[in-house]
């Protein structure tokens, strides 16, 4: 398997620490608001990432937590902390906020048959790890308190920067004139790893008591706290969007390589945007889709998980309708395949040219993967394998092999969304066809039409749609 690691800017080959098992860090939603499109393009990318590695046979264990305390909106420790934002704005308490926007990830995961993380965890839910850490850093002299927190010093960490090759001095405050900033803060690139409960957080909600006052934690720190814990101290792969890599994952690191004295993660893989118009699909700019506007539109999430396998992970993906639209008509062509293809009976065509030929669509499908997870041309090789000429069966089976990474459920294809009675029909003209009754197949054909349903001959069998959408869904 060969990755790219933002670390190094290069394509390298994949060498886990203890073959075969692989652990994987994923950076989780802020549970403030709806899970978006663009986020489940992150999510998504990194279960094809992980799909890929469990198919080539390794072993992976995945963590993702869940921000549910501390993410300030400004990533420089400015503005008010998202949750009791999300909180003022819909008149819940910041507990309900939380619980009901994991609830919508949860449900948006599933929905696009993300496979749940091993261990899915809450940073509210470790207050006494991060506090255990945090005390590790003091010990070692890289923090300092100010009456409103305690702050990792990043001027005493010589490594700082090497993850967005962004040097200290490069780091500008992002703050504007109008936005607060604790006077006491010596550099604008330290973080806070604990807000005290004084000041501007003086009415906080969620707060516990600590060695440096009662308050809560950073948004950083939790990252460190939560991968240490379940993963070790040094992890083979930690995802997220590009996004983080300035800042929080700078961030993480600075944290944790001073903790354990080893580097924290062996390679970085980060997702890039979805787009709208240009601009990044996010929360702050309101300009988002969730999974419940693509399905009242009538679009599958199966429709949305092809539309991102057809772009690769590190290219901006500019989200249109017209696009999904395109996605959505694939995915039904996809399962048309498959209902002709389970019709056909065709196992005595085999022979050893085309068993050759399968093991090459294996060999394919596998080399766009390990290539720095080519989604794009593995969906190729799919279409070209479906177009042919190996058995029908052995189409499917591969199909069925291959639907292992692209997570696209595509066993599940029945013709059930039709009537049964329809089918009975369908059948019953089939028979009459076979047996070259063409008057008898014909009245069937229209009185399955005045039902709402169209039929199709194939060269092998037959097809039914329903008449208003011309789709099998
Ligand atoms: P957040 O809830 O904002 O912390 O984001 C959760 C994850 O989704 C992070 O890894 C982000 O980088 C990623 N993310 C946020 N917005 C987008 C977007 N528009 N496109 C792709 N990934 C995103
Ligand atoms: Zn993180």
Known sequence: MNIYNTLTRKIENFKPLNHPKVTLYTCGPTVYDFTHIGHLRTFTNNDILKRTLNYLGYQVKHVMNITD??????????????????????????????????????????????IK?????????????????????????????????????????????????????????????EVYIDPEKKHPADFALWFKRVGRFANHTMHWDSPWEDGFPGWHIECSAMSMKYLGETI????????HIPVHHENEIAQSEVASNKPFV????????????????SKSLGNFYTIEDIKKKGYKPEALRLLFLQSHYRQILNFTWDSLNAAQEAYNKL???????RKQNDMISFTQDKSNQI????????????????????????????KSNIPSANKIDLLF??????????????????????????????KARKEKDFKKADE????????????EDTPVSYRLKKASQQKII
């Open 69 to 114: 305390v501390g993410h300030l909106t400004g990533d420089d420790d400015t503005g008010e902390d998202k949750l009791e934002k999300g909180a003022k704005k819909t008149g819940k308490s910041v507990w309900e906020v939380a619980k009901f926007y994991t609830d919508f990830f949860i449900q948006s995961i599933n929905d696009l048959n993300i």
């Open 117 to 177: 993380p091993e261990i899915l965890c809450k940073a509210t839910d470790h207050i006494k790890e991060i506090i255990q850490l945090i005390q590790i850093l003091e010990k070692k002299g890289y923090t300092y308190e100010t009456k409103e927190a305690v702050y990792f010093d990043v001027s005493k960490f010589k490594n700082y920067g090497k993850l967005s090759r962004q040097p200290l001095s490069q780091k500008i405050q992002a703050a504007r004139g």
């Open 236 to 243: 083979d792969i930690h995802a997220g969007g590009v996004d």
């Open 266 to 281: 062996k390679y970085w893989f980060h997702n890039n945007f979805v787009t709208v118009e240009g601009k990044k699909m």
């Open 335 to 341: 399962k048309e395949y498959i209902l002709i293809l």
């Open 359 to 386: 093991v090459n669509y294996r060999e394919k499908f596998i080399q766009a993967l390990t290539e720095d997870l080519k989604t794009p041309q593995a969906m190729a090789v799919v279409w070209q394998m479906l």
């Open 401 to 430: 092999e291959f639907d292992q990474v692209l997570g696209l459920q595509l066993d599940r294809t029945r013709d059930e969304e039709i009537p049964k009675d329809i089918i009975r029909l369908a059948q019953e003209r089939e």
């Open 444 to 455: 069937i054909r229209k009185k399955i039409k005045e039902l709402g349903y169209l039929i």
